[in-house]
């Protein structure tokens, strides 16, 4: 197993019969650990021995797996909190200010995530019977349980781009005509960076035209910027810029930035207001929110320029794969912090490698059949890559075809 150092700590995991380092433990096996509960086995598996090799498990899966540091929690244990249902927390009231007034727009409103501050725009915007249009791998369709149709009654238009992202050509003739027949189409959904269209980053002008022409439509225009921050700077413009593109701006926290959670819906006042009663509605009205949103403040401050790092770190990791046989479809340019590829069908499954690479100590997402993805963030250095890099080199040599398959799910194991 590479990347293995001594210790003395236990390391343990155990499924289905097989011995696999999978979890990191501290080898107190009398339960009062916290260690995810997998002392007792490893006591079985490992003969009780207590002198074992430590591994750092290098997680890929998503951006979203980071971990609040410890600098981060001090400043979210300290901060200065009210009810926020009430408007008065007033660290959410700084943060909501200050990203407003940074996307040059009136308001914003701290919501629990993407998936709720996206769906949150979609309501603001449509009413039941209406239609959005978007891509079709666009995460407002395709990941958050149906929100559109369950939560606001509204049906989508899925419509094919380039690099999960439309253009105008992409969504012309697409508005229906006015007639009592037809739903009504509202609403254009843009994803920037696109996720499953591979890490891609708007070009500033296309996302300009896309509005110009919802304008003429008499449409309403929202970004679901889950990595609005790596699009920025990625492509190297404002966020003033991008705020000039939309109705209304969804922004994470939980990924690139670090944050535990927490993201934002930025828009004009009377959509602000709207949205703050529609995130009642969802359930997303908490009260001493200023814990997570000094966590956002503190990200900000932090976390934004480092971003380039992860994209560097994907950029050189995309280059290793593509060297590596039994690895296909990396693509020519990498520019943010995803990489997609595929895997050579004689060799096994994405899932079969993905359980391939846990042995390994790494964890990646089996997102297909043969589909993998990878992604950079806060939690890997330059010098995982290697270890990666590495990882993927052994496990494609030894195989993995005769793998169990241990789930199907984009995030199987
Ligand atoms: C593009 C995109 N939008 C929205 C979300 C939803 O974010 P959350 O997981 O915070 O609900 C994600 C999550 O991965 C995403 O990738």
């Known amino acids: 197993m590479n990347g293995l150092t001594e210790l003395g700590f236990v390391v343990c995991g155990y499924q289905g019969g097989a011995k696999s380092v999978v979890l990191v433990c501290c080898g107190d096996d009398s339960g009062a650990c916290g260690c995810i509960g997998a002392c007792g086995v490893l006591a079985a598996d490992f003969g009780n021995s207590k002198k074992a090799t430590i591994v750092k498990l290098i997680d890929l899966r998503s951006d979203t797996v980071t971990r609040p540091t410890q600098e981060m929690r001090q400043v979210m244990a300290s901060a200065e909190v009210g009810d926020d249902v009430m408007g008065e927390d007033p660290t959410v009231n700084a ?3 200050k990203m407003a007034r940074m996307f040059g727009r009136e308001a914003a409103v701290l919501a629990c995530s993407g998936t709720q501050s996206n769906q949150m725009g979609v309501r603001v915007h449509c009413i039941p019977g209406d239609e959005l249009l978007i891509h079709e791998t666009g995460h407002i369709c395709n990941f958050e349980g149906g929100g559109p149709a369950a939560l606001s009654g509204v049906s989508v238009r899925t419509l094919s781009g380039h690099g999960g992202m439309l253009d105008v050509r992409d969504l ?13 189409t509202r609403l254009v959904c843009l994803e920037n960076t696109t996720n499953l269209g591979g890490g891609r980053v708007y070009p500033l002008e296309v996302m300009e ?3 110009a022409w919802t304008r003429e439509q008499e449409l309403k225009c929202h970004l679901d910027g889950a990595r609005l921050f790596n699009a920025m700077v990625a492509g190297g413009y404002t966020a003033e810029a991008v705020g000039r593109c939309f109705d209304t ?3 994470c926290f939980s990924k690139g930035l670090g944050c535990p959670f927490g993201s934002i819906l930025i828009g004009d006042g009377d959509d602000i207001r709207k949205a703050r009663r529609i995130r009642k509605l969802f359930g997303g009205g908490l009260r001493q929110s200023g814990m997570i949103a000094a966590a956002m403040l503190y990200a900000l401050e932090h976390n934004v320029e480092r971003l380039a790092d992860d994209h560097r770190n994907a950029t050189r990791l995309a280059a290793g794969l593509r ?3 039994g690895i296909k479809n990396v693509p020519e340019v990498v520019e943010t912090n995803l990489i997609f590829f595929e895997i050579e069908e004689t060799l ?7 359980g391939a690479m846990r042995e390994e100590s790494v964890l990646i997402g089996p997102m297909g059949a043969q589909r ?4 950079t963030h806060l939690d890997v250095s330059e010098a995982d890559v290697d270890v990666v890099l590495g990882a993927v080199g052994a496990c494609m040599q030894r195989g993995f075809r005769d793998r ?10």
């Open 95 to 97: 943060l909501e200010a």
């Open 172 to 184: 012309e003739g697409r508005v229906r005509v006015n007639d009592q027949h037809f739903c009504r």
């Open 209 to 211: 035209r896309v509005y």
């Open 249 to 251: 701006i969804s922004i």
């Open 323 to 325: 060297k590596i046989e």
């Open 348 to 354: 096994g499954s994405a899932v079969q490698f993905a």
């Open 372 to 375: 993998v993805r990878m992604v």
């Open 404 to 413: 169990p398959v241990l789930g199907k799910g984009p995030f199987s194991r």
